[in-house]
C-alpha cells in the first residue's frame, strides 16, 4: 500500500508516494530532503525530529529512543524521529522538520555558528580563543596517534575478508529501532518444552 506524503520545507513543500515500509527519514530523501543525522540513525539524538501535523496512525508505534529522546511535551506537539517512524498504513501523511532552535544543533550546525560568532570576535579574544583550539587539537591529535594501529589492523581485517559492502548494509540495519528487528523463531527446544 503506498502512502501520500507532504513534507513541508521553509522552501517549500515536497509531495510524493512512498511505500509501506518506509522510515520518515528515507521518505524526505526520496524527495531530495537530507534531514540531519547526527547519530546515523541510530536514535540517539534528536537531530532528524519532525512533527506530524496528518496521519500520525499511519506511523509505527514510538520507539524506546523516540520515548527516551523526546520529552511528553514534544511527543503531545506530534513529534516524531524520522530514523524511528516507519509508515505502517497507507493514506496520507503531512510532516515537517524541527527547526534547529527547537531541537539540538548537528555538528555542521555548531560549527557554522562558531564561524559567525567568531568573525565577530575582537581580536584579542579570537587569539585567545585560538590558543584553547590549539591545544584542544593537539590532545585530539596525541589520541588519534595511539589509537591508530587498532584502526588500521581492525580496518585490514574487514578488506580481507571482503566484507566492505555487506557491512554497510548489515550496519544499517543494525541501525534500526530494535522493535523492527525480525523475532527469532523459536528453537526445536524450545518448541518441544515450551516452559524452558
Ligand atoms: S538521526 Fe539521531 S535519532 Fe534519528
Known amino acids: 500500500m503506498s502512502v501520500n506524503v507532504e513534507l513541508k520545507m521553509e522552501s517549500g513543500s515536497q509531495i510524493g508516494v512512498v511505500a509501506e515500509g518506509t522510515y520518515l527519514w528515507d521518505a524526505a530523501k526520496r524527495f531530495g530532503?537530507?534531514?540531519?543525522?547526527?547519530?546515523?540513525?541510530?536514535?540517539?539524538?534528536d537531530t532528524c525530529a519532525v512533527i506530524i501535523e496528518e496521519g500520525a496512525t499511519l506511523l509505527s508505534g514510538l520507539t524506546e529512543a523516540e520515548r527516551e529522546r523526546l520529552s511528553p511535551e514534544r511527543l503531545a506537539a506530534g513529534e516524531r524521529l524520522a530514523c524511528q517512524a516507519k509508515?505502517?498504513?497507507?493514506?496520507?501523511?503531512?510532516?515537517?522538520?524541527?527547526?534547529?532552535t527547537e531541537r539540538?544543533?548537528?555538528?555542521?550546525?555548531?560549527?557554522?555558528?562558531?564561524?559567525?560568532?567568531?568573525?565577530?570576535?575582537p581580536l584579542d579574544k579570537k587569539l585567545a580563543t585560538l590558543v584553547?583550539?590549539?591545544?584542544?587539537?593537539?590532545?585530539?591529535?596525541?589520541?588519534?596517534?595511539?589509537?591508530l594501529p587498532y584502526v588500521v589492523f581492525e580496518k585490514?581485517?574487514?578488506?580481507?575478508?571482503?566484507?566492505?559492502?555487506?557491512?554497510?548494509?548489515?550496519?544499517?540495519?543494525?541501525?534500526?529501532?530494535?522493535?523492527?528487528?525480525?523475532?527469532?523463531?523459536?528453537?526445536?527446544?524450545?518448541?518441544?518444552?515450551?516452559?524452558?
Open 132 to 147: 584553547q583550539l590549539e591545544a584542544v587539537a593537539a590532545f585530539e591529535a596525541i589520541n588519534v596517534v595511539a589509537n
Open 156 to 196: 585490514g581485517l574487514d578488506l580481507l575478508a571482503g566484507r566492505g559492502r555487506t557491512l554497510s548494509r548489515r550496519e544499517r540495519e543494525a541501525r534500526r529501532p530494535a522493535e523492527h528487528r525480525p523475532v527469532a523463531p523459536p528453537s526445536v527446544d524450545e518448541v518441544k518444552n515450551p516452559s524452558t
Open 87 to 100: 509508515v505502517v498504513s497507507g493514506g496520507n501523511l503531512i510532516l515537517r522538520p524541527v527547526q534547529n
Open 104 to 121: 539540538a544543533e548537528t555538528t555542521e550546525e555548531t560549527v557554522t555558528d562558531f564561524r559567525k560568532e567568531f568573525k565577530q570576535m
Open 33 to 45: 530532503v537530507r534531514l540531519p543525522a547526527e547519530c546515523e540513525g541510530r536514535g540517539e539524538c
